[in-house]
């Protein structure tokens, strides 16, 4: 099928929720993707923060392929070993104790506020569960996950939302300390918000927020969807931030375009579900959990120390332009917003047409989210057309 006959399907049979750009993608190699006719786009987007590994990843698909003829699904009433595999070499990265797999970073999430909900309901009884979270943030698009994002245009239409959340601004210690009340039993946060403008938190405000949960036995919870799996240049953004969460989801980048997520809990988390609290049919798929093994195997340190250059290979390179309307790149590793005056949606279909991928942030930034082996000839070739639009 040629693109345009691609576009009249997906019009004709897709609910059409979502607002795409005009390109259709065949296949790719590399961080370079190319449409049915063969037109090249220079990807950074990695599918929104997913294909951490890149495109035509033979050693990640030959991982698959194995794991798909050997034993694709098995529930999870029996064991198998790629999920166990997955798990100990989390924990083992991490220093976290125990997982869980899900398939979505929503879902994740859920499970992590679940997890904090029942650990306060165990130690103190009810009327602890109040959740807090960050203005600003994003936490997902389930009822529950959108009631923890701290946006006001995302609470509209599907009332009633699920309660016990309340929103707190980003990096003041102070409002934190007095929303911690005795109802409070979990503070969630991302530490560089993705969605909401790549905005990361600031150091001192992360210590603080680990400190008051200490001592106020509140559950620090750490929403690694986007920051997660290398992304950062860490193998997570909270091993850079020198903190011990309590609780930290992960989604995207953990298979490398396979659908999975989960969350890891620390000691004192590990046991506050058991046996049926909770679940769900494809968590931890055995094809999936294959392909995270492979990708947490080529995240070495290596490749994550070139997270870090190549981010800021990007950052002085977007320096130098000096372009009226264009603001000073921010953000960590491969995670990086770039503030615009004019309109970022329509800077990005310009690009997508110049033949770049580019994802927007918030209302007023341009992201980047380039898989995190991209080569430098493959960022010079994007930042031109970025340029090139931009001016
Ligand atoms: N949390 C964060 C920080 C995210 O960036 C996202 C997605 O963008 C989510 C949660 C939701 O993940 P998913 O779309 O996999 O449900």
């Known amino acids: 099928m040629n693109s345009s006959d691609i576009k009249k399907l997906d019009a004709q049979s897709v609910m059409q929720t979502y607002a795409r750009f005009d390109a259709v993608i065949d296949h790719g190699e590399g961080a370079t993707l190319y449409g049915p006719e063969g037109k090249e786009y220079i990807d950074f987007t990695s599918g929104i923060g997913v294909n951490c590994i890149g495109y035509g990843n033979k050693k990640w ?36 104790r125990s997982v869980f797999f899900s398939n979505s970073g929503a879902e994740a999430n859920e499970g992590m506020i679940k997890l904090a909900r029942k650990y306060s309901y165990d130690k103190y009884g009810g009327g602890r569960s109040t959740v807090l979270t960050l203005v600003q943030s994003f936490h997902g698009r389930t009822v529950t996950t959108l009631a923890a994002t701290g946006q006001d245009s995302f609470h509209k239409y599907f009332f009633p939302f699920t309660e016990g959340f309340e929103y707190i601004p980003a990096n003041d210690a102070a409002a934190l300390e007095s929303a911690a009340t005795d109802k409070v039993c979990a503070v969630m946060v991302e530490l560089v918000q993705g969605e909401g403008g790549v905005l990361p938190l600031e150091s001192r405000y992360v210590r603080d927020v680990e400190k008051l949960c ?19 240049g860490a193998l997570f953004a909270f ?36 046996a049926g609290d909770h679940a769900t049919t ?15 195997s080529q995240l070495t340190a290596e490749l994550l120390g070139e997270v870090v250059k190549k981010g800021e290979y990007i950052r002085n390179a977007v320096a130098g332009w000096n372009l009226p309307g264009v603001g000073a790149v921010r953000g960590r590793g491969l995670m990086l917003g770039l503030p615009v ?17 580019i994802l927007t942030a918030g209302a007023d930034a341009l992201r980047m989210l380039p898989p995190l082996n991209i080569t430098y000839d493959e960022i010079d070739k994007g930042l031109a057309i970025l340029r090139g639009v931009l001016a």
């Open 239 to 274: 091993m850079q931030y020198g903190i011990n969460p309590d609780v930290v989801s992960f989604a995207k980048g953990i298979a490398g375009g396979l659908p999975m997520g989960g969350f890891m809990a620390n000691e004192k988390c590990s046991g506050v579900l058991g």
């Open 341 to 357: 005056s004019a309109a970022p949606k329509e800077i990005a279909a310009a690009c997508v047409e110049k033949g770049l991928l």
């Open 61 to 96: 698909a030959d991982a698959i392929y194995e794991q798909a003829l050997k034993l694709q699904h098995i529930s999870n009433l029996y064991y198998s070993e790629p999920y166990a595999r997955l798990a100990r070499t989390l924990t083992g990265r991490t220093g976290m």
């Open 282 to 296: 494809f968590g931890g798929n055995p094809v999936s959990a294959a392909a995270a093994v492979e990708v947490l």
């Open 214 to 232: 200490r001592e106020r036995d509140i559950l620090m919870l750490v929403d690694e969807v986007q920051t997660g799996v290398g992304r950062t």
